[in-house]
């Protein structure tokens, strides 16, 4: 079992000191996997015994256990990630920076995709599927992500309410809010304090909840009920997003699949009604079977992954 499903399985039994040790792994696991326990303990600021207690809490053995498992797990992603690295250090013109952005876009959609277990994604689906109202929240940057998962939940008929502060108190929204319904929360360092206290006031309500967060550990997913973490490190002032937005576009995707017929007869009415507004500019082409097409060829794997 991977790392960080093992930490999302645990979360509720582990310590601030052991959470601090695992935020560093995380952040710099190409140096912590070949620490022994008592550097690392002096890294994360804590204790050796904490260190030890930690891969005990998280099911190994004991501290060189857990490390050879971190030490296997870092070897997988080792090669591609290296490569992308070695080609990012030197930006000399416009053109080597539109590289490196690039690149490290790339290199926070591939570290994504090595965190994030199938299981959890799964039961985000599922969630979102069968949740009777979802609630979204992604504030500040965070807010594009949050637009798309929202806009495009009620495209496919779901009862999705973006959270917007000033527009209509938060909290008036979220009265009533019981287990048949979703929250959804989105936020990266530096954490919004808004986002934590709604995933904390529907955790505490008894609402299902769920977090797209840089982190296992982050203060989002201690209300969770799964989390996807998500890299967005850039060397810029700006966050990258691009990884968010690729989680609520395969979050979207497989819930159109769940019922296609359904989502096909959405696309279809939404086309008329587009046709007759003459919303678009005239095309020869035929959306509606292209998107048909598209979905169905997704389905064989969806299948195959359940």
């Avoid at 009533?176 to 954490?191: A, K, M, N, Q, T």
């Amino acid at each position: 079992m991977k790392i960080s499903a093992l930490i999302s399985e645990k979360q509720s039994k582990l310590t601030a000191g052991q959470k601090r040790v695992l935020k560093y792994i995380l952040e710099n696991n190409d140096e912590a996997v070949f620490m022994t326990a008592t550097k690392l303990s002096k890294k994360a600021g804590v204790g050796e015994a904490t260190v030890v207690r930690l891969a005990q809490v998280l099911g190994f053995q004991g501290y060189s256990d857990m490390q050879r498992h971190l030490r296997e797990e870092f070897q997988d992603r080792l090669s591609t990630v290296t490569r992308l690295e070695k080609s990012i250090k030197d930006v000399r013109n416009d053109g080597d920076l539109l590289k490196k952005i690039i690149q490290q876009d790339i290199q926070n959609l591939t570290r994504t995709l090595n965190e994030i277990s199938p299981e959890t994604f799964q039961k985000a689906v599922k969630d979102i599927t069968e949740s009777r109202t979802i609630y979204v929240a992604g504030l500040r940057g965070s807010h594009a992500p949050a637009i798309i998962l929202g806009l495009y939940l009620n495209f496919l008929k779901k009862d999705a309410r973006l959270l917007v502060p000033g527009y209509g108190d938060v909290w008036n929204v979220l009265f009533g809010l019981g287990p048949e319904d979703l929250v959804i929360g989105i936020s990266f360092p530096r954490y919004t304090r808004l986002t934590v206290e709604i995933l904390e006031y529907a955790h505490n309500h008894g609402a299902k909840v769920g977090a797209i967060t840089d982190s296992l550990i982050s203060p989002l997913a201690e209300y969770a009920d799964w989390v996807l973490p998500v890299y967005s490190r850039m060397d810029s002032f700006v966050e990258s997003f691009t990884a968010s937005i690729s989680i609520a576009n395969a979050l979207l995707t497989a819930v159109s699949i769940r019922n296609l017929d359904e989502t096909l007869e959405i696309l279809q009415e939404k086309e008329s009604i587009w046709k007759d507004k003459k919303i678009y500019v005239p095309s020869t082409t035929t959306d509606i079977q292209q998107k048909k097409r598209n979905l169905e060829r997704m389905i064989p794997s969806i299948s195959n992954s359940n």
